[in-house]
T-cell receptor
Framework: KQEVTQIPAALSVPEGENLVLNCSFT??????LQWFRQDPGKGLTSLLL?????REQTSGRLNASLDKSSGRSTLYIAASQPGDSATYLC??????????FGTGTRLTVIP | GAGVSQSPSNKVTEKGKDVELRCDPI?????LYWYRQSLGQGLEFLIY????????KSGLPSDRFSAERTGGSVSTLTIQRTQQEDSAVYLC????????????FGPGTRLTVL
């Protein structure tokens, strides 16, 4: 069964710092990997989706990489801002039917 | 355009009662998913609908849970004889339906079973 792990569980950084969130998964047979953010009491917002054939995706200050063979992905956030504070979830899609989610990294950016 | 909407946003019910949760997917999205997020746990897949195909119910935790999707659009998740462990946020997502597609999530329904 696919297992998705995110480290660290929580992270606190000062504003302006660059940071990396880690995601690992046990089964490399995936269609894609997706990074989401979840704000307290709200649903998930998709940030980046990386197809299994891709190595990375970028959107603004966010860059996500994928190393499928080693079962790892990272989300890099440049020049962090207080508005980036949220829980970040990675999810892998092994088939058509669902996503397997990690338990998330709770990020706090201190002004 | 309009995103995925869910109703109600909050539901408090007594143990043993039945509840219905509603999801309106993005127009044109053929795939619809239900997930559950329990306190302190990750998101857990419940059920998946794709077009007119039979749904994938492999994630439903018990036979008290059921879901239907009428007309290929709106979906209802029903929990019968609710238990306290059913308390969670229930999230609905939709996508265009192909493997590669992004899933777009609704705001969720927070269910509390007293």
């Amino acid at each position: 069964k696919q297992e998705v792990t995110q480290i660290p569980a929580a992270l606190s950084v000062p504003e302006g710092e660059n940071l990396v969130l880690n995601c690992s998964f046990t089964d490399s047979a995936i269609y894609n990997l997706q990074w989401f953010r979840q704000d307290p009491g709200k649903g998930l917002t998709s940030l980046l989706l990386i197809q299994s054939s891709q190595r990375e995706q970028t959107s603004g200050r966010l860059n996500a990489s994928l190393d499928k063979s080693s079962g790892r992905s990272t989300l890099y956030i440049a020049a962090s801002q207080p508005g980036d504070s949220a829980t970040y979830l990675c999810a892998v899609r092994p088939g058509a039917n669902n996503l397997f989610f990690g338990t998330g990294t709770r990020l706090t950016v201190i002004p | 355009g309009a995103g995925v909407s869910q109703s109600p946003s909050n539901k408090v019910t007594e143990k043993g009662k039945d509840v219905e949760l509603r999801c309106d997917p993005i127009s044109g999205h053929t795939a619809l998913y239900w997930y559950r997020q329990s306190l302190g746990q990750g998101l857990e897949f419940l059920i998946y609908f794709q077009g007119n195909s039979a749904p994938d119910k492999s994630g439903l935790p018990s036979d008290r849970f059921s879901a239907e999707r009428t007309g290929g659009s709106v979906s209802t998740l029903t929990i019968q004889r609710t238990q306290q462990e059913d308390s969670a946020v229930y999230l609905c997502a939709s996508s265009l339906g192909i493997h590669a597609d992004t899933q777009y999530f609704g705001p969720g329904t927070r269910l509390t079973v007293l």
